[in-house]
């Protein structure tokens, strides 16, 4: 029986190896799952951040994130896709294939427009990271420009990472699914945001005001489709639907975002003599962010390693954060940045092939190094220039009382929840008068 059964999955395999268009096939579908996993994360960041702000600005801040996915696609679509994959440029950009004209199959058995999807989902996701750490107070318009400059400058590094000829790529870099290629560089983009656009109005006064979460169920709510939309982050870039690493980089997921929630709670518990609840979801995330890089590559072990340490990481750089006065309402800069950075210089010492630990050698802990610093510096750099010229320009910040009413029902004209306060003036003269009508 058992001889039976080997020679069936050897036939099996045997069919898949030479059917192309089955292979195809199977790689089209759990591509696309992965992806719409992936592009579902979007609900994630929208719930969890709307959670994390004050009330008069829930619908700000989903506003925004819907602007990172209806801008951000359409840039990716336009110019982004070929600054990734198109024909490199001494592997520092791609230069062909804008708006999907002349791309060769860029990925074995996988259609371009497949990929173009996945990639997109994975664009839209990088932006996505700064929404959070400058609710409340920066303009919106401001926002939509930074979308479509995001998008650009996450696509350039990008290329050099998972470009075959980019410069990064070549040196042997490993960032499987974008510790730094999508976390270090939303982070650090999201920390140059918060501290051009500023902290909110009384956060580090003498008397500091307390800005309290709108919805911690929420917030907990959307941290759960991130960690579920994650599985088709991390396994789905494979990029194969008969991948052998697919069921390791689930499990290294699981357990990095497991052990980074626990940890996290566990130090919040000795060191405040609570269990905060915000910093539990910042664990988790911060285990996922941590393992996105090395989670085709380090064992289950290595996993929990990784994530322990992200869960410890992201308290201590939400409390430096504080001690700088940097305003980052949902800890975007201590998840994203800090742990990217962390994630991808972690696979110079856990991975199995080449890992310091493993008996490697210090090479690939050079390279990962090297890589993540560049990248981080990149989204820093980038988001500090555009928003400096907004700011110079009065361009950036919302007025102060705009930020005292809520950006809500200044800037959007609706409120997310119609009872939590009593109406401003001119909202009880549009009742009054629609009532004589």
């Known amino acids: 029986m058992l001889s039976f059964a080997i020679l069936v999955v050897n036939n099996v395999t045997w069919f898949w190896a030479g059917d192309e268009d089955l292979i195809t096939a199977l790689n ?18 929208a719930l969890l951040e709307a959670g994390l702000v004050q009330t008069k600005n829930t619908v700000s801040i989903v506003m925004k994130v819907m602007a990172d996915v209806t801008i951000g696609s359409l840039v990716f679509a336009v110019i982004g896709f070929g600054l990734m994959y ?3 440029r001494n592997g520092w950009f791609g230069f062909s294939g804008f708006f999907f004209h002349g791309h060769p199959l860029l990925v074995s058995h996988l259609p371009t427009p497949v990929l173009w999807f996945f990639e997109m989902a994975f664009a839209v996701a990088a932006v996505s990271i700064v929404s959070g750490a400058v609710s409340e107070r920066m303009k919106f318009s401001a926002y939509l ?3 479509i400059i995001g998008v650009t400058a996450y696509s350039i590094s990008a290329h050099w990472v998972w470009n075959p000829d980019g410069w990064l790529n070549r040196l042997g870099m490993i960032d499987f699914a974008g510790s730094s290629v999508v976390h270090a560089f939303g982070g650090f983009s999201a920390l140059a945001a918060a501290i051009l656009v500023g902290p909110r109005i009384g956060r580090f006064a003498k008397n500091p005001v307390v800005f309290r979460p709108s919805n911690l169920p929420l917030a907990f709510v959307g941290t759960f489709i991130l960690w579920f939309g994650w599985f088709g982050f991390n396994a789905g870039s494979t990029l194969s639907a008969l991948s052998p690493l697919i ?5 290294n997921t699981m357990l990095a975002a497991a052990i980074g929630g626990l940890t996290a709670m566990l130090v919040t518990r000795i060191t405040s003599g609570t269990y905060d609840p915000t910093m539990v979801i910042n664990g988790a995330l911060s285990g996922l962010v941590a393992i996105t890089a090395g989670c085709a590559s380090v064992t289950p072990s290595g996993a929990l390693w990784i994530g322990a340490a992200a869960g410890v990481l992201v308290v201590l750089g939400t409390s430096m954060l504080n001690r700088l006065k940097v305003d980052d309402p949902v800890g975007a800069a201590p998840v994203h940045a800090a742990n990217g950075m962390f994630g991808t210089i972690a696979v110079g ?6 890992g310091l630990f493993y008996g490697g050698g210090a090479r690939l802990l050079g390279v990962q190094s090297l890589g993540t610093f560049t990248i981080s510096a990149w989204g820093f750099g980038v988001t500090a220039l555009a928003l400096g010229i907004m700011r110079w320009c009065g361009f950036l910040r919302v007025s102060a009382s705009d930020e005292s009413d809520g950006l809500d029902i200044r800037v959007h004209g609706h409120r ?3 009872h939590y306060a009593p109406p401003l003036p001119e909202e009880v003269n549009l ?7």
Do not use: C, K, N, P
């Not at 069921?247 to 499990?251: D, E, L, N, R």
């Not at 010492?349 to 080449?354: D, I, V």
């Not at 009742?431 to 009508?437: E, F, I, L, Q």
């Open 416 to 418: 997310a929840y119609q």
């Open 28 to 45: 089209t579908v759990w591509v696309m799952f992965a992806a719409t996993l992936v592009f579902f994360m979007e609900g994630g960041f």
């Open 349 to 354: 010492l856990f991975a199995t092939h080449g």
């Open 247 to 251: 069921g390791t980089i689930a499990v």
């Open 86 to 88: 198109g024909a490199s």
């Open 431 to 437: 009742s009054t008068t629609d009532v004589a009508r």
């Open 145 to 147: 420009v930074y979308v």
